[in-house]
């Protein structure tokens, strides 16, 4: 609960809501931080003015703009050219490039955000079968993605649990390399020629997200399993993913914003769009897990479902990302944020 407050509850100013009501809400910015509302353009940029009456010391800087640059090779040549001053996901192959350069320099850390694959158990019934899960697990060789098209920037995953949250169990370790043991689990399961999958991906939601996919793809491939890349626009595939109508396994990345396990805890619950795998008494573990106010049981109890998780091949973990930033030298007290969320009025830019 402590964290849910901090995390997502905004107190708001009782006068408007009294005068203006929820829409009201929903059309005017309100608060009372560091920055004032200026401008927005839709997928393009949202300005803010320092506000000189905050509560603490004003803003170092006058004008704060966020800019939206989906392109990475863009965002990294208006970094260059002194257009923008933070740039965030900084693709693994260009960070050498920035750390050598006059004008720049990358900081990172580990993040909030893991990288997996669901799995689609309630629609492919290959998919069903806990040995053929596992095979996927044996099948992709998380090692090289991440040295090979991170540049050796995450951690291999034995969940989906973020490994810097409260409740994470950093003792599940992830599924080894062993190619011959995934052929072997889908002989056992009764498919010994493999079988056909897709594999779906938004494009730039998550840092080299479709190029990760692709790798999937060709390891698997390998183990007989007769694989189909979809990568789709990013909002096009999540509300496809959250409506259940995809057919295959889904690169999907979980941030736990609460610092928390109880995020992750949720992809397992039935009534979470993001679910795939249902399991009543997995059910029960996890909503009475939830329901435990001492933190020390709940974790114990998280220990547990993680190893089921891990056990029973529900998702095919991946990577935990790094939260990778470009910084312009002239910057001064920015501070890399391992939930991605900025806290910029101590920065300062020299000229």
């Known amino acids: 609960m402590p964290n849910n407050l901090a995390a997502f509850v905004n107190v708001i100013s009782k006068k408007f809501y009294d005068e203006n009501g929820s829409e009201g809400l929903k059309n005017q910015a309100i608060g009372t931080g560091p920055f004032k509302f200026v401008s927005w353009r839709r997928n393009d940029r949202l300005v803010l003015e320092a506000n000189n009456e905050w509560y603490a010391s004003p803003p170092k800087v006058k004008t704060l703009m966020f800019r939206i640059i989906p392109e990475m090779g863009a965002r990294v040549a208006e ?5 923008v001053h933070i740039i965030f996901d900084v693709p693994p192959f260009m960070v050498s490039q920035l750390k050598k350069g006059e004008d720049t320099d990358v900081l990172s850390v580990p993040s909030l955000r893991t990288i997996y694959m669901i799995i689609d158990t309630l629609k492919i019934p290959q998919l069903k079968d806990r040995r053929v899960r596992q095979a996927l697990n044996f099948g992709v060789d998380k090692e090289a993605i991440v040295k090979g098209i991170l540049n050796g920037m995450g ?6 649990v973020p490994l810097l949250v409260g409740g994470a169990d950093p003792s599940i370790k992830p599924y080894p390399y062993d190619p011959q043991k995934a052929k072997d689990l889908l002989k056992e399961a009764g498919y010994p020629n493999g079988f056909s999958l897709n594999l779906y991906s938004p494009n730039g939601r998550y840092l080299m997200d479709k190029e990760v996919t692709l790798a999937v793809a060709d390891q698997l491939s390998k183990v007989g399993i ?3 890349v979809q ?3 990013s909002n096009t595939y999540l509300k496809e993913l959250s409506a259940h109508n995809l057919e295959g396994i889904y690169l999907i990345g979980i941030a736990s914003r609460t610092y928390d396990v109880n995020y992750s805890l949720n992809q397992l619950n039935p009534n979470f769009v993001l679910c795939y795998y249902q ?3 997995l059910e029960e573990m996890v909503n009475k897990t939830k329901a435990t106010m001492d933190s020390t049981k709940r974790y114990n109890s998280a220990y547990k479902i993680q190893k089921i998780v891990h056990d029973e091949a529900i998702f095919l973990p991946l990577y935990n990302e790094m939260g990778i930033y470009g910084v312009s030298k002239k910057v001064k007290g920015f501070e890399a944020p391992v939930d991605e969320m900025m806290q910029l009025w101590n920065v300062s830019v020299t000229e």
């Open 79 to 83: 970094l260059q050219a002194g257009g």
């Open 155 to 160: 951690t291999p995953l034995g969940t989906h």
């Open 226 to 228: 007769k694989t189909n």
């Open 231 to 233: 990568v789709m626009e």
């Open 279 to 281: 399991d009543k008494e």
